[in-house]
């Protein structure tokens, strides 16, 4: 019993620590990458999610108007959405939902290019930089959020590709409350892992 109630005070102080104070905040300092903007061969803006009813997620959404932000600031000719999640109700791809918006926000279509199939940030760093390749692209100005930026980075560059990173938000900062200090402690735990599981995979 005296070993149960030790964890759970254990578990207590933690979850104390991480709530009220900045700790989430100086791990996500040393954990992610900086941003590096800089003219381009491409952007390319990794998958982030939809919601039912054809609406991009809340991340998927700062991802792809980030992307949309440096294309018209003339940092790259061409603007690579990836997601391959399909919405009954409206018979549309996060990929075509964010090409829409692009549109609509006016980037030539000729600009654009989908990528639907992949299904994993790896599979998304092989297929787009193999069609980049394709194209005589070796450098990529790189958007995702800023926790997944590490991964995606070794990823695209594991694949042959310049990475320039890109963050869609800058969550060091930006996690102030309770809620989002614990879910920026989550999302670096859960990334950690995948870094982990990555490398004894090979596939970093």
Known sequence: MGVIRGIG???????CVIVFTPISNEASRYFTVGSGIQPSGAIVV???GIWK??????ESLR????????YKSKLAP???FSGYQYDEDTNMTEAELRTKLALTMGVPHDAIIKEETAHTTRDESIRISALLTSRGVHDVLLVTESPHMR???YLFERAGMKVRPAPSDNLTVAATSPGERVQL???????????????IAGYI
């Open 46 to 48: 990794l998958g982030g």
């Open 53 to 58: 009813g054809g609406m991009l997620d809340n």
């Open 78 to 80: 061409v603007i690579i």
């Open 63 to 70: 991802r792809t108007v980030h992307g949309i932000e440096l």
């Open 185 to 199: 402690a989550l999302r670096l735990i859960q990334e950690s892992l995948a870094l982990v599981y990555y490398r």
């Open 151 to 153: 991964r995606a980075k």
């Open 9 to 15: 005070v254990v578990v207590v102080v933690v979850f």
